[in-house]
């Protein structure tokens, strides 16, 4: 019974293919959220939807598109992998984006070779 | 724009041995500040919401403290498993509504 959980958990490609992270959380909560963390531990906001709706996208090149088919599923699908876009995803939700209690799924590792 | 800095970078202590981690930040309108413990290879898990200076959350063995440029976590007589890397961040009053973190500190507690 995970609350947010992403799939795959570890994605190894090569430099210029696309690729998909999804992800789901079953705490009816109404907003979602893409953070990137890269090697230094730094968390960094890409998008946030609020019940399907894009409410932040933060400077983030548009190779990476959100879909949010519906309020509990939020995916990033990533075009023409770069070498920096080696990090580690993380999908958070809660309750309404004016709190600052998130809850992250476990994080989906990507290595771009 | 809003910025959170974090120190020590690390921290080790010795199992039962009391110390603070420290969050500075710089913001226009403090929303709210917020912190978070992450364990290796997971996601961020939050732990407490501070609103204004003077105020105070407690859990466990872990106290957050507020003041208008700073926030602390302290611990207190701490164990192995509160080893881990302990995230802050902070909202804005204005702008959207996202969280800006710290780089956080790792901390390790030696048995």
């Known amino acids: 019974d995970t609350a947010v959980s992403q799939t795959p958990k570890y994605l190894v490609t090569q430099m210029g293919n696309d690729k998909s992270i999804k992800c789901e959380q079953n705490?009816?909560?109404?907003?979602m959220y893409w953070y990137k963390q890269d090697s230094k531990k730094f968390l960094k906001i890409m998008f946030s939807y609020n019940n399907k709706e894009l409410i932040i996208n933060e400077t983030v090149p548009n190779r990476f598109s959100p879909k949010s088919p519906d309020k509990a599923h939020l995916n990033l699908h990533i075009n023409s992998l770069e070498l920096g876009d080696s990090a580690v995803y993380f999908c958070?939700?809660?309750?309404?984006?004016?709190?600052?209690?998130?809850?992250f799924g476990e994080g989906s590792r990507l290595t771009v070779l | 724009e809003d910025q959170v800095t974090q120190s020590p970078e690390a921290l080790r202590l010795q199992e039962g041995e009391s110390s603070s981690l420290n969050c500075s930040y710089t913001?226009?309108?403090?929303?709210?500040l917020f912190w978070y413990r992450q364990d290796p290879g997971k996601g961020p898990e939050f732990l407490f919401t501070l609103y204004s200076a003077g105020e105070e959350k407690e859990k466990e063995r872990l106290k957050a403290t507020l003041t208008k440029k700073e926030s602390f976590l302290h611990i207190t007589a701490p164990k192995p498993e509160d080893s881990a890397t302990y995230l802050c961040?902070?909202?804005?009053?204005?702008?959207?509504?996202?969280?800006?973190f710290g780089t956080g500190t790792r901390l390790t507690i030696i048995p």
């Open positions: 958070a939700s809660s309750p309404d984006p004016g709190t600052g209690e998130l809850f």
């Open positions: 705490l009816g909560h109404d907003t």
């Open positions: 961040a902070v909202k804005s009053n204005f702008g959207n509504e996202k969280l800006t």
């Open positions: 913001v226009s309108g403090l929303r709210g």
